[in-house]
T-cell receptor, first 115, second 112 residues
Framework: NAGVTQTPKFQVLKTGQSMTLQCAQD?????MSWYRQDPGMGLRLIHYSVGAGITDQGEVPNGYNVSRSTTEDFPLRLLSAAPSQTSVYFC??????????????FGSGTQLSVL | QQQVKQSPQSLIVQKGGISIINCAYE??????FPWYQQFPGKGPALLIAIRPDVSEKKEGRFTISFNKSAKQFSLHIMDSQPGDSATYFCAARGDTGNQFYFGTGTSLTVIP
């Protein structure tokens, strides 16, 4: 199994440009999420989804959009990139269930620089 | 505002020593507390986790100690090895079950 696949691995944007970070998982996980990792800030949740057609905001959603049309895919869209969005982005998925010891499976990340 | 506070920011330990990383939280509705390990260039991976009704959980050289009344939990790495050198994140799951809040991370270096 591939697990969680993120593309691209690296991206450089100019301020104001838009782009989509791709995330796909092959584990049939209901829950998918996007985090950004910044030095000294840890991992912060941007958006998450508990199933196809259902998305919600996390801690830092401004400037980002998501959609979930299939169980497998959860793309993250930057509408108008800003230098403050320079970060490493991680997609994560998990099997849903309050009664289980939930394990987030992370992708290998996308390093984004906005100039 | 950081929901989970983690310390220290960095830690250097001799091979064979004990590494201790501490985390604290305020929200008593958090129901699950995992630790993640991250190597450079990789995504975090679940290391060990605990629920608030348990005071300690041990898996091999890794132990979580959990103090519910103090709202603190810690990771202990016994007999630390150079291969343990990585960044460690504590986390807490929110009461809706939909959001994980991560600490700021601890960079651990184990010197041979």
């Amino acid at each position: 199994n591939a697990g969680v696949t993120q593309t691209p691995k690296f991206q450089v944007l100019k301020t104001g440009q838009s782009m989509t970070l791709q995330c796909a998982q092959d584990m049939n996980h209901e829950y998918m999420s996007w985090y950004r990792q910044d030095p000294g800030m840890g991992l912060r949740l941007i958006h998450y989804s508990v199933g196809a057609g259902i998305t919600d905001q996390g801690e830092v959603p401004n400037g980002y959009n998501v959609s979930r049309s299939t169980t497998e895919d959860f793309p993250l869209r930057l509408l108008s990139a800003a230098p403050s969005q320079t970060s490493v982005y991680f997609c994560a998925s998990s099997y849903r269930g309050f009664s289980t010891n939930e394990k987030l499976f992370f992708g290998s990340g996308t390093q984004l620089s906005v100039l | 505002q950081q929901q989970v506070k983690q310390s220290p920011q960095s830690l250097i330990v001799q091979k064979g020593g004990i590494s201790i990383i501490n985390c604290a939280y305020e929200n008593t509705a958090f129901d699950y507390f995992p630790w993640y390990q991250q190597f450079p260039g990789k995504g975090p991976a679940l290391l060990i986790a605990i629920r608030p009704d348990v005071s300690e959980k041990k898996e091999g050289r890794f132990t979580i100690s959990f103090n519910k009344s103090a709202k603190q939990f810690s990771l202990h790495i016994m007999d630390s090895q150079p291969g343990d050198s990585a960044t460690y994140f504590c986390a807490a799951r929110g009461d809706t079950g939909n959001q994980f809040y991560f600490g700021t991370g601890t960079s651990l270096t184990v010197i041979p």
